[in-house]
């Protein structure tokens, strides 16, 4: 397999800032693309695949359903927390480092969750994990924005879009069956040689790129770092039993102290990690409100529905995750064709469409769930639907993101993935809160919160693509 190059220029040249266009050969941009999308599964394998058999690792650590939660949104936690500076640390180091980089630090928590004697250190390996996804999506983005012309941007977004959705869907059906017929340990050891493999693959093709080295902002990146872990840490222990009330709320008081700072310290200095007014901006806004409603609405839906399926409606794990398989098949055959017609009529429409979809999709679950309804075919149904609408959602979000002015930078495209995992910390949070008798409120919750979305996409003009970055700003 040869090593893919950046162009022409002898070895003794000098390495291309991390900013330059790549222009790998027709062959090697396949492979490439092999690796990028090859990361992207895997860490969306690493997230989801504990969903289907949570209910039987609480039971082998003896531990509630509403602690074992804490197993599926450790990762998602440190992956949201972690997400403003994954773009800072891209920019420095370079993407094809901080992509290595996050694969060895996913492959050191997949080995200690195989191992795992009980519940914490299960939870701090499950954030390990996080802490390795965390750092390939804007590595991947990054590195498909550089290598694709911008007429094929909401194409190659389609792709890794369906790799996220290829990942949701294998996840689920593997994770059950795995667990059902080797127990759930074995589901963490077949990823280790999968992470070997993508990370070989990486090191193999994936250009070598310079960093940048400029100094960071550390006042602001620290304000928003530590305003988002706060919040975040609010959110998940809330439900948890035995926090006192008060607890959660200071944390909650004190973290938006903190993103408050963050906002006065970006007005007033002239490098900031990022420009808060940047992320005002009408289309990296509603792409970032977007995702946020996606992920939320997806997180919710992977954690609640197997836990109703293998508790009130009684299904094995096997049987459930080969239902909850439906709602990331979809997305993952409709994602490519959602970015050929976001190409065509623009993305805006199809976002648009995608949120009231989803709007849809909640009040029905509010609706079934709420009323402990236990046919399958509504619930099949439903699970397609919402299939149907993240696809419609994430590539032209990822589009419109990408063309913002915010998304030029690695600081932008950290905090727009930033916004898909606090969605989906906040999703799977709300699930420990609402389990299991106020489901109807929880998916009512996530219908009201799509229904702001979905006016939000209303508002603002077209405007022309931002200009490329010639330099990457300090952020």
Do not use: K
Not at 345 to 373: K, N, S, W
Not at 439 to 464: M, Q
Request: net charge positive; aromatic share 6%.
């Amino acid at each position: 397999m040869p090593e893919t190059t950046t162009g022409s220029a002898p070895p003794s040249a000098a390495r291309p800032d991390s900013s330059a266009p790549l222009a790998p050969a027709p062959a090697g941009r396949a492979w490439l693309l092999a690796a990028l999308l090859g990361a992207t599964v895997l860490g969306t394998i690493s997230n989801n695949i504990v969903n289907v058999p949570l209910r039987q690792i609480t039971a082998d650590f003896g531990v509630p359903v509403t602690q074992g939660v804490l197993i599926a949104s450790a990762s998602v936690l440190v992956l949201a927390v972690a997400m403003p500076l994954t773009g800072w640390v891209s920019d420095r180091l370079g993407r094809r480092r901080t992509l290595v980089l996050a694969l060895g630090v996913l492959l050191i928590g997949t080995v200690g969750a195989t191992v795992a004697p009980s519940l914490t250190p299960m939870v701090i390996s499950r954030a390990l994990q996080g802490l390795g996804c965390a750092a390939v999506p804007v590595a991947v983005m990054g590195t498909l924005a550089r290598t694709f012309p911008p007429e094929r941007r909401s194409s190659v977004m389609g792709a890794w879009g369906a790799a996220n959705g290829i990942g949701q869907a294998i996840g689920p059906p593997v994770g059950g069956f795995i667990a059902d017929a080797f127990g759930w340990r074995a589901i963490f050891g077949a990823l280790i040689p999968v992470t070997v493999g993508v990370l070989v693959l990486t090191l193999r093709v994936v250009p070598r790129d310079s960093g940048q080295q400029a100094r960071i902002d550390w006042a602001g990146a620290g304000s928003l770092t530590v305003g988002v872990a706060l919040l975040m840490t609010a959110v998940t222990a809330a439900p948890q039993p035995g926090v006192p009330p008060w607890l959660p709320a200071v944390g909650a008081a004190l973290g938006v102290i903190a993103l408050v700072g963050f906002g006065l310290t970006g007005l007033r200095r002239r490098n900031p990690f990022i420009d808060p007014r940047l992320l005002v901006e009408i289309r990296w806004l509603r792409s970032a409100t977007g995702v946020f409603v996606q992920q939320s609405t997806l997180a919710a839906v992977l954690v609640a529905v197997p836990l109703y399926l293998t508790g009130v409606a009684g299904l094995s794990v096997s049987a459930t995750g080969l239902l909850v398989f439906a709602l990331p098949l979809v997305w993952a055959v409709l994602a490519p064709l959602v970015g050929l017609l976001a190409d065509r009529v623009g993305p805006r429409p199809v976002l648009r469409t995608g949120l009231g979809v989803l709007v849809v999709v909640d009040v029905g679950l509010a609706a079934v769930l709420g009323h402990e309804v236990q046919r399958l075919l509504p619930i099949l149904g439903l699970l397609v639907a919402a299939g149907a609408g993240v696809a419609l959602v994430q590539t032209p979000a990822l589009t419109g993101a990408t063309r913002s002015p915010a998304g030029q930078r690695g600081a932008g495209l950290g905090l727009f993935n930033m916004m898909r995992f606090v969605g989906a910390a906040v999703g799977t949070a709300a699930v420990a809160a609402a389990w299991p008798d106020a489901l109807a409120w929880l998916f009512g919750g996530a219908a009201a919160i799509a229904v702001g979305g979905f006016a939000l996409s209303f508002l603002g003009r077209e405007v022309a693509d931002a200009p490329p970055a010639l330099t990457v700003s300090p952020g």
